[in-house]
């Protein structure tokens, strides 16, 4: 009782990280390995990446060296890459295979599709013959898809046997699986005939044949299927593993939820940083990515937007002489394109979103027009009516000079609106990523039209 | 065997979908049924969200009646709250009562959290007074709480059970329990000692204690934490569920990882919407939502910026002299405020993920700071050079031009990416969302310091 107390007790997960790290620091190793034991798996990796960065790597491959085999193994496949690759560099090859021999085969895939040539070869080595093709097939699914997220450590029970020894076969095997709440029926060409919970196993008579318990009709994916698809159906479904079939439909693999958490999370991140402009970030945190690598992240999309606000320079410059007529017309400037940018940015980030959930597919196209249009008239309407009374009461100026920046704001809203709607489906028709349609190229193009706008309708107007 | 045959044809769930609703307006509902009661819960909600759409809620109705009750409670949690109203409106008490009788507690709670407080009253005159002080406890709890998402229907073992005394109560308790993958062990006082794997039970010898088994290392969320805390712990662990307890410690409730994974969804929608611009959209899809409904989540956002657009126009009009000494100054405008409001997105997105990731906390402030200083340098030298070369050798301007030109880019990425860095912590700091940080905000602010930097730099370097 003493024993679970300490749970309650209220020392955060920080304090505790960072009395280890002390420890550390002092040598007092016994103790730091102690404190260390009583966390979780994932906290033991964060307190050894912590370390890493405030003492440096050779602290890290001393933590790894002193915890128990099965403990080293599972914090070390949650660590950083860099984190990996430096400590690999650092221990023997015996202490690098006994860490792979204890991982699950998925997170032993991870680790090595990170990793840099040169080490996984030394790695293989170290392997059987039929690991290692094993390893190799796993290794050649292409990246993001649902084959390089899946174990093939499964339960696998005949549809002939009773519940009975079907638990018996869980109770012998099932340490090794994934999974042993899910377990699959295959027939005799591995393709899969149904599933069985661990759930429906434990709550039915011990002599029930696993043919009646058998739930055949089956949501699966196949091997090439992307991962955000795969994650999908795991937010659909609810479900806690989804079985991977091959192109025959053979059961090749089974992915569990626990894996796609992160691959939601890697998604999102990708699919966030792409609206904000940061192209091909790679799976880095913030602090990790080196500088050089940051700039290179973001310099491309930077120069693109920097020549389409060129070309809006070149509308500005067409229309000199009008402008040395009325330099007052500059000052609504940023105005007309700050409005136009940020009208449009709301409609593309909201059918961005909208793609990337399914809620909004190609064939609405005519719809999102029709709502874009009806939702940035009312939008235009009433921010046209307060700045005509600004212009009109504030600023003082003509009626000519507040109806032609009213109406140019108008109109630049209404078609940023439909810009902003069109362009992500525009783009996934033609097989680029939507979510580089948000704010930044959405803004870079409204500031061309919307001065294009404002110009002309000046000169018809205003007749200069 | 040939039952099984049909989830390896080639039939995707849009054509069975597609199917149902024609076979509904033909009328042919036993055809229908049939059909509709071979697809998975999620799969028979989307029918009838579909059906509901084209058809009517009346077609909703039909088929909710239709569906034996415990796929009727199933598919009925998974609908919309529009769609979910609209049924209650139609349908007898007797038959609302049945269909929530069958639902899951975490369910119907959420059912009853989005539904108008005159249905709900009618719902819980049908329950007992034991029910109903259950609840409204759980309708108490703040939304996105962690006590707003969880479930009271886990299984509690005993510490001095054996295994298969334990694996015997499982068998009685687990087909009413949310999850029976991971068991709880409390002492007298109902705080948690201690949980239990059904792997584990399953894998061990039926007379080992429960205590022997149980792990007492255990994460646990209070009730009052918020959602986004719960889904962090459930990315970071891996666990298939959670539990939760009171700020007596006692355990209340457990989470479950299907559960979050909808929550995970929604929170991402939501900040991804801020950082376009779009506040408060609530839960509704692209579609569901109505066109005054989104007027009203965008319309304050773009009259906030449009006020600071009109700043950026004093700071312009406040120049007008000098800019009527040389209109050609007002071409290179997009350009300055276009790469400044860009530099600034990327900076404040990475910073706001970071944020949202647990990956840039608020004591990095000057670490961020630093980074941004030297990025934006890098970025900001690169894109001047090229622009220089563009303006003195295309534009033929004379170098005080250029210069004035490029230095004022150079100070205005510079400034952007530090901004864009430090206002997402700011905000946090002060307790305001960081997404609202993102690009719209940065962009109009980085407008406002653009104009001003370069015209102070024009009126210095050339002299008017």
Same mark, same amino acid.
């Given at each position: 009782m003493s024993e679970n107390e300490k749970t309650y007790e209220e020392i955060s997960f920080e304090e505790i990280r960072d009395e280890i790290i002390t420890l550390i620091g002092a040598k007092n190793y016994i103790h730091a390995r102690d404190l260390l034991l009583s966390l979780n798996e994932a906290d033991i990796a964060d307190v050894i990446a912590e370390a890493e960065d405030e003492l440096g790597i050779e602290i890290a491959v001393i933590l790894i060296r002193m915890l128990p085999k099965d403990d080293a193994a599972e914090a070390f496949s949650r660590l950083s890459v860099d984190d990996q690759t430096g400590i690999i560099e650092r221990i023997t090859d015996k202490e690098l295979k006994s860490i792979l021999d204890e991982m699950s085969f998925d997170d032993m895939i991870d680790v090595l599709e990170e990793l840099p040539a040169n080490i996984v070869d030394r790695i293989l080595e170290k392997t059987t013959k039929e690991e290692r093709k094993l390893i190799n097939t796993f290794l050649n699914? #292409?990246?993001?898809?649902a084959g390089s997220l899946m174990t093939p450590d499964y339960i696998t029970l005949r549809q002939e046997w009773t519940v009975g020894e079907a638990l018996a076969h869980i109770k012998k095997v099932g340490m090794d699986?994934?999974?042993?709440?899910t377990c699959y029926v295959k027939d005799r060409g591995r393709r899969l005939l149904g599933l069985v919970s661990l759930r429906s196993l434990v709550t039915t008579?011990?002599?029930? #044949?696993i043919s009646e318990l058998m739930v055949d009709d089956i949501v699966f994916v196949n091997v090439f299927d992307d991962q955000e698809e795969v994650s999908e159906d795991f937010t659909k479904y609810g479900f806690l593993a989804i079985p991977v079939v091959d192109n025959e439909k053979r059961l090749v693999g089974i992915i569990t939820v626990d894996d796609i958490l992160q691959t939601i999370q890697d998604e999102t991140t990708e699919d966030i940083e792409r609206m904000g402009g940061v192209l091909d970030s790679s799976d880095k945190e913030y602090f990790d990515a080196g500088i050089f690598h940051q700039v290179r992240s973001r310099l491309p999309w930077l120069l693109i937007l920097m020549v389409s606000a060129m070309l809006t320079g070149l509308v500005i410059a067409h229309f000199e002489l009008l402008l040395a007529d009325?330099?007052?017309?500059?000052?609504?400037l940023p105005l007309l394109m700050g409005t136009g940018g940020n009208s449009g940015s709301q409609a593309s980030t909201l059918v961005i979103r909208g793609l990337a959930l399914g809620e909004v597919e190609l064939r609405d196209a005519a719809r999102v027009l029709w709502r874009e249009l009806r939702i940035g008239f009312i939008c235009a309407l009433c921010l046209s009516a307060i700045n005509m009374c600004k212009i009109l009461f504030l600023d003082r100026q003509t009626i000519s000079v507040a109806i032609t920046i009213c109406c140019a704001q108008l109109i630049v809203i209404v078609l940023a609106k439909c810009l902003g709607g069109m362009l992500p489906l525009f783009a996934k028709k033609i097989g680029?990523?939507?979510?580089?349609?948000a704010a930044p190229f959405i803004s870079s193009l409204t500031d061309t039209f919307a001065c294009f706008v404002y110009f002309t309708l000046a000169s018809i107007i205003l007749g200069l």
């Open positions: 699914y #292409p990246e993001d898809s699986s994934e999974t042993v709440y008579d011990e002599d029930v #044949p009325m330099v007052i017309l500059t000052s609504y680029i990523d939507p979510a580089l349609m």
